[in-house]
C-alpha cells in the first residue's frame, strides 16, 4: 500500500485525515499463551483506541477473569466470548479497529490452538501484515512454524516476529539472539521476504509504544512505530485488467450492466474486451456509478461495466483485457489447507467457489502432505484436518483462473461439501495444467496497431482486400474462359464463394473497430 | 496510486451486498433508522444502481421508536423508491409489554427478537443484512460477514465458517438463514466520516437541540411522547443533548452536547473517551449479554 499522494506531503506529525489514511490489516499468530490476546489489548490501550468505560469493565473483569492478579489483564480487551473469557483462550478471530495518527488498521487476533487453525488462515489470507508471537521462554514451537507456513502459502510478505515476556527472562539479549536466528532460519526457507524480530512484553509494555529502556541492546523500531510506516505493497494493480462479473444488473429492458470487483488492472471506455472463458469480444461502452459515470476503475474497485454490444454474459464470466487476457483451465495445481473433521475424499465431488464461480471439483489425493516440524514432504494416508498439501485439482468445466502469485481473487478457493455444505479446505492456484478439453481458442495477432475507431479505412481496405482477391481470381479464370467459355460459370461460383470466405475472415477482425488489431484464427473453437 | 481507506471500506461492502443478491433467494435489508443503516442502504443504492433496490426493507417496529424515527423512515423508503415492511409483535402488543414494568430484558426479548424472528418466518427471507459492525461490541467482533442462523435463527459462535479472501459460502439448509453485515469492518467514526463524505441524510436527533430529558440510572432519558411514566418529582427538563445511537427512546440514553453539524460531530467522536454503546441500557445487563441475545436471534 503506497500512502496516497496527498498524505505524504503532510509532516509526519500531523494527523492524516480520516478519509486520506491508509489501511493496514494485520494478524496476530501464535502458540497458545504466548501472549497474542495481551499483546492486541496491550498496542489498543497504548494508542488511546480503549474508551474509558470500557476501561472501567475491563478493571473489574480482570479482577474477576483475569490471569495478572489484580493488574488489568489486556487479553480481555479481545477475547468476547463468555467461553474464551472462561477458559481463557482465543477460540475465533476477534477484529479490532484502531488508527493512529498515520494509519487505519485492522488486526485479527486469531486463536493459537491447532484445532482452530481454520480460523487462523481465515484471518491470514486478507491480511498485509502478521505478527508472529514468540514466547520467550519457550522459543520456536511447532505451532510457530504451522503459522508461518500458512502466513507464506497465503502470500503475507511482511511479518514482525515478537518475541513477548521479556519481563520473564530478565530481558536477556542472549535469548532474544537465539531466538532471531532461529526465526530467519524459517523465513529463509518459506521465502517470507520482510522479516523484523522485536523483543517486547505485552504485560509491562517493553517496546510497544516506545523504545524500551530495559532493552538497550535493541536498535529497532517499536512495534506501533514499524506498523505505522513498513510499506506493504499491494498486489495485482500492474496485471492486466480482469473483473469476475458478480452480477447482473438489469432494471428495465434498455440497460445491461456487469457488475463486479476489479480483481486487477485498470479499465477505461473504450477498452477492447473479452470474455473468459468462451473468448466473446466487445468494447467498454460505460463506466456506471452512483456518483456519475467514471473515465477510469482500477484494482479494488466495485463498478459497473456497460458494452457496445449484446454478449451473452453471467455470473462467474470474467470480463478481461483483450491485450493480456486472463487464462482459463479445467485443472490447476495447488496447494490446499484441509480444514474438516472428514478426511478428503477423491472420489468425492465437492463445490468449489474460485473468484464469482462456482462449480465441481475433484481433488486428487496426494500422496504426501508437508511437515511442519521440518517442511519437508512426509507419506500419508490420509489427508486430515489442518493437513497442507500440494494437489491437483480438476473442475468439470473450464473456468477463467489464474496463479495465485499473479491473481490473488483469480488464483485462491474453496472446497465445500454439498450435503454438509461445510467449507472443507482453502486452495491457492500453483499453476494451470493444460488438458485437451480445456484447450482455450488458440488466438493469432497479426499486427498490434492500436487504431481506434476508423470505419473509413476499414471500408477502404475491406474494398481493396476484395477487389485483390477478385483479380487474382481473374487472371486465373480468364485463360480459361477464352479457350473454354463455359468456364465462366466457374468463375462467377468461386467469386460467390471467395466473397463469403472473405465476409467472415472480415467479421473476425478487429482492424479499423475501436482497440487492437486483432485476427482469430477461425475453426480452432471450443 | 491506491484506494484509501474509506474507498476500499465501500468496494468491500458493495461487493458483500451484491453477493447475496446474486446468490439468495429472498433477501431482505433490516432498516433500524439509525447511521449505521444509513450507510448501509446508500452503498445498497449505489450497489444495484441505475436499478433500484432488489430487496424490500424491513424495519421491526417496538411501537417505542423516537417520532422523528418514524417520520425519516417513511420518508427515506419515499424517497428512494423502496418498499417497505413494517413489522410489530402483535402478540407482544396485546400481553402489554413493554420497556418499563416487565424490565428491559423481556422487552427486548419480545419486541426485538420474537419480533424480528416472526417477521423473517413470515415472509420466508433466506438472507437479511444488518447494519452491525464488529467495533460495537465483544462478541460481534467475533462474528463473520456471513453468519449463520438455524432454523431457530440460533448463533453459534464456536462453529462458525471459514471466510477466507472474498470466498463467502452462502449454501444453506431449507430453513437456514444468513444475517449479514456489510458494515463489519467499518468503525463509527468511518461511518460518520462517510456520512460527511457523501451527504447522506441522517435522523435530526444526531444533532444537539434542546430536548426535553429526564435523567434516570445515570442516563438522560427524552421524554418524546405521553407515554414515559414519570415519577415523583420528576420533571423534565430542556438540555442541549444528542444521541449517539439510536433506538426505543426509554432505553436511549442522550449525551449532552452542543455539535449541530457534521464537522461538530466528527471533531466531538474524535475527542470523545467512551463508546457508543454507552447509552444503550440493554448492554449492561452483564458482560455476556449481547452474546447470549445474538445466541437466540437478535440481530
Ligand atoms: N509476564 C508476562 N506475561 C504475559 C505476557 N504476555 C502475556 N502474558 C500472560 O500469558 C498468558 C497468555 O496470554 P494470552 O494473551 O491469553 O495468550 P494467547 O493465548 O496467545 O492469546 C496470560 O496469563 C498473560 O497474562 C508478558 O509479556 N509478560
Ligand atoms: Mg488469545
Not at chain 1, 493496514?24 to 489498543?44: A, E, M, N, P, Q
Not at chain 2, 463489519?184 to 430529558?213: C, G, H, M
Not at chain 2, 434516570?216 to 414515559?228: E, K, N, Q, T
Request: aromatic fraction near 8%.
Amino acid at each position: 500500500m503506497v500512502s496516497s499522494p496527498s498524505s505524504t506531503r503532510i509532516k509526519v506529525d500531523d494527523p492524516v485525515l480520516p478519509d486520506q489514511k491508509t489501511l493496514l490489516r494485520f494478524i496476530t499468530c501464535g502458540s497458545v499463551d504466548d501472549g497474542k490476546s495481551s499483546l492486541i489489548g496491550r498496542v489498543l490501550f497504548e494508542s488511546g483506541s480503549v474508551p474509558d468505560d470500557q476501561l472501567v469493565t475491563l478493571d473489574t473483569d480482570s479482577k474477576k477473569f483475569g490471569t495478572q492478579g489484580a493488574a488489568l489483564d489486556y487479553a480481555l480487551l479481545v477475547d468476547g466470548l463468555s467461553a474464551e473469557r472462561e477458559q481463557g483462550i482465543t477460540i475465533d478471530v476477534a477484529y479490532r479497529y484502531f488508527a493512529t495518527s498515520k494509519r487505519s488498521f485492522i488486526v485479527a487476533d486469531t486463536p493459537g490452538h491447532e484445532q482452530y487453525t481454520r480460523n487462523m488462515a481465515t484471518g491470514a489470507s486478507n491480511a498485509d501484515l502478521a505478527i508472529i508471537l514468540v514466547d520467550a521462554r519457550k522459543g520456536i514451537l511447532p505451532q510457530t512454524r504451522r503459522h508461518s507456513l500458512i502466513v507464506s502459502m497465503v502470500g503475507v510478505k511482511n511479518v514482525i516476529v515478537a518475541v513477548n515476556k521479556m519481563d520473564l527472562v530478565d530481558y536477556s539479549p542472549f535469548v532474544f539472539q537465539a531466538i532471531e536466528h532461529a526465526y530467519h532460519d524459517i523465513a529463509k526457507t518459506l521465502n517470507i521476504p520482510n522479516v523484523i524480530v522485536i523483543p517486547v512484553s505485552a504485560v509491562a509494555g517493553d517496546n510497544i509504544a516506545a523504545p524500551s529502556a530495559r532493552t538497550p541492546w535493541y536498535n529497532g523500531p517499536s512495534l506501533i512505530e514499524y506498523l505505522e510506516t513498513v510499506d506493504v505493497q499491494s498486489n495485482a494493480s500492474d496485471a492486466g485488467f480482469a473483473m469476475p462479473v458478480q452480477w447482473v444488473n438489469r432494471p428495465d429492458s434498455s440497460f445491461r450492466g456487469y457488475s463486479g470487483l476489479i480483481a486487477s488492472g485498470r479499465i477505461s471506455p473504450g477498452d477492447a474486451i473479452t470474455i473468459v472463458p468462451g473468448g466473446r469480444e466487445a468494447i467498454i461502452d460505460r463506466i456506471v456509478t452512483f456518483d456519475g459515470d467514471r473515465d477510469q476503475a482500477m484494482t479494488g474497485q466495485s463498478v459497473t461495466l456497460t458494452l457496445d454490444r449484446e454478449v451473452d454474459i453471467s455470473r462467474g464470466d470474467v470480463i478481461s483485457t483483450i491485450s493480456e487476457p486472463v487464462s482459463a483451465s479445467k485443472v490447476v495445481s495447488t496447494q490446499v489447507l484441509w480444514m474438516s473433521a472428514e478426511p478428503l475424499d477423491p472420489q468425492k465431488s465437492y463445490l468449489a467457489k474460485l473468484a464469482t464461480t462456482t462449480v465441481s471439483a475433484l481433488v486428487k489425493a496426494p500422496d504426501t502432505v508437508l511437515d511442519v516440524e521440518n517442511y519437508q514432504d512426509k507419506v500419508v494416508e490420509k489427508v486430515g484436518i489442518n493437513a497442507i498439501f500440494k494437489t491437483r485439482v480438476s473442475f468439470d468445466r473450464l473456468i477463467a483462473v489464474a496463479p495465485y502469485n499473479n491473481n490473488r481473487d483469480l488464483g485462491s478457493f474453496i472446497l465445500i461439501d454439498r450435503l454438509s455444505n461445510e467449507v472443507v479446505a482453502l486452495g491457492l492456484v500453483d499453476g494451470l495444467i493444460p488438458s485437451d478439453l480445456g484447450k482455450a481458442r488458440t488466438r493469432v495477432t497479426l499486427t498490434s496497431l492500436p487504431f481506434r475507431h476508423d470505419p473509413l479505412k476499414r471500408s477502404l481496405m475491406k474494398t481493396s482486400s476484395f477487389a485483390l482477391g477478385t483479380l487474382l481470381l481473374g487472371f486465373i479464370m480468364w485463360p480459361l474462359s477464352l479457350k473454354w467459355p463455359p468456364a465462366l460459370y466457374g468463375f462467377a461460383i468461386a467469386e460467390i464463394f471467395f466473397f463469403l470466405v472473405h465476409e467472415l475472415l472480415w467479421a473476425r477482425a478487429r482492424w479499423g473497430l475501436a482497440g487492437e488489431v486483432k485476427f482469430l484464427s477461425a475453426g480452432e473453437g471450443i | 496510486m491506491s484506494l484509501s481507506h474509506l474507498e476500499r471500506l465501500e468496494a468491500e461492502s458493495i461487493h458483500i451486498l451484491r453477493e447475496v443478491v446474486a446468490e439468495c433467494e429472498k433477501p431482505v435489508m433490516l432498516y433500524s433508522i439509525g447511521k449505521d443503516s444509513a450507510v448501509m442502504l446508500h452503498l445498497a443504492q449505489k450497489a444495484f444502481f441505475p436499478g433500484k433496490l432488489p430487496f424490500p426493507l424491513l424495519h421491526v417496529d417496538t411501537t417505542w421508536k423516537f417520532r422523528e424515527m418514524i417520520a425519516f423512515r417513511n420518508e427515506t423508503a419515499r424517497r428512494i423508491g423502496a418498499e417497505l415492511l413494517v413489522h410489530t409483535n402483535e402478540e407482544g402488543l396485546a400481553q402489554g409489554i413493554t420497556p418499563f414494568g416487565a424490565g428491559s430484558r423481556t422487552y427486548t426479548d419480545v419486541m426485538k427478537t420474537e419480533g424480528l424472528k416472526q417477521a423473517l418466518n413470515h415472509y420466508g427471507f433466506d438472507a437479511a443484512f444488518g447494519g452491525a459492525r464488529r467495533d460495537e461490541e465483544k462478541s460481534r467482533a467475533k462474528e463473520r460477514v456471513f453468519s449463520f442462523r438455524n432454523a431457530e435463527h440460533r448463533w453459534d459462535p464456536k462453529n462458525q465458517r471459514p471466510e477466507p479472501w472474498k470466498l463467502y459460502n452462502t449454501r444453506k439448509k431449507p430453513g437456514e438463514s444468513i444475517r449479514v453485515f456489510p458494515l463489519s469492518n467499518w468503525t463509527e467514526i468511518d461511518v460518520w466520516s462517510y456520512i460527511a463524505e457523501q451527504n447522506i441524510p441522517v435522523v435530526p436527533l444526531y444533532f444537539a437541540k434542546p430536548r426535553p430529558v429526564v435523567k434516570r440510572s445515570g442516563a438522560l432519558i427524552m421524554v418524546d411522547d405521553g407515554r414515559l411514566p414519570l415519577e415523583q418529582g420528576e420533571v423534565p427538563e430542556f438540555k442541549m443533548v444528542r444521541f449517539r445511537t439510536l433506538g426505543c427512546y426509554p432505553l436511549t440514553g442522550a449525551v449532552e452536547s452542543e455539535a449541530d453539524t457534521l464537522d461538530d460531530i466528527v471533531t466531538e467522536m474524535r475527542e470523545s473517551r467512551s463508546s457508543e454503546r454507552q447509552g444503550r441500557l440493554i448492554d449492561h445487563d452483564g458482560a455476556a449479554s449481547m452474546e447470549k441475545k445474538k445466541q437466540e436471534g437478535y440481530f
